[in-house]
């Protein structure tokens, strides 16, 4: 076999294999998990915390998934403010983030405008660097008053349809107020609690990136 006709039939292999191969399987798909400790992991190895539980979950699924672990603990909405860009800076342009901040204000009792405004600011900036985004909402303790919450909870869902980003309406769905489900701070989920989490969370990946449509059909 002539050299000519081997470099033709590599270069044939090699184009079926890439029309075959599913896109899911094709690309790398990255999600930035960006908040604070329910993102980094507190109190977790990090094979039990959220970024590697969802990459994980989303792979076994057929998925080409890298979920980078952008959380910081004890950060508020001005600390995810203050490093958001630098974030995104440093690594390749996400194409998901997952954006889970507002915990520590409500705990410390933090003005709701000044949440509001720091969340609004973090959203303009993925909104023009055209970056999904997905909002992780978050519920106010019930300690803090009814005013305080309902000024608290609405920020969320308001700012999710301000900016026409989806919203998964609260992170700790299921899991906050489970002892089972949580460590002994009753703050922070086990393991078992951050599974909860991806378990309900990914329909809302899956169902709101035309990524995965594409992937689902090949």
């Known amino acids: 076999m002539n050299v000519s006709k081997t470099i033709k039939i ?22 930035l998990a960006f908040g604070d400790s329910l993102m980094a992991g507190y109190g977790l ?14 792979n076994q699924l057929g998925h080409n998934v890298t979920a980078v672990n952008g959380g910081v603990s004890g950060d508020t909405t001005s600390g995810g403010l203050s490093r958001l860009e630098w974030v995104l800076s440093g690594m390749k342009k996400p194409d998901l983030v997952i954006l889970e901040l507002g915990a520590n204000d409500a705990l410390r009792g ?8 720091n969340m609004e600011k973090m959203l303009f900036i ?3 660097a055209q970056i ?6 978050m519920v106010a303790p019930p300690n803090m008053g009814a005013e ?3 000024a608290f909870n609405r920020i969320y869902p308001e700012l999710a349809q301000k900016f026409n980003y ?3 309406p609260f992170f700790l769905d299921g899991v906050a107020g ?15 609690g951050v599974a909860i989490i991806v378990e309900r969370i990914t329909p809302y990946i899956l169902k709101n990136d035309k990524y995965f449509d594409v992937a689902a059909n090949q």
């Open 166 to 168: 989806v919203l998964y």
């Open 126 to 128: 993925l909104k023009k």
């Open 110 to 117: 933090i003005a709701p405008k000044v949440t509001r405004a």
């Open 10 to 31: 590599f270069a044939l292999s090699a184009l079926f294999l890439a029309v075959k191969m599913p896109a899911s399987l094709a690309e790398e798909y990255v999600i």
């Open 132 to 137: 999904k985004t997905l909002v992780a909402g």
């Open 178 to 192: 489970n002892s089972d489900l949580n460590l002994a701070d009753a703050l922070h989920p086990n393991s078992d």
């Open 45 to 58: 190895p990090e094979e039990q915390g959220f970024p590697h539980q969802l990459e994980t979950a989303l």
């Open 148 to 150: 305080y919450g309902a």
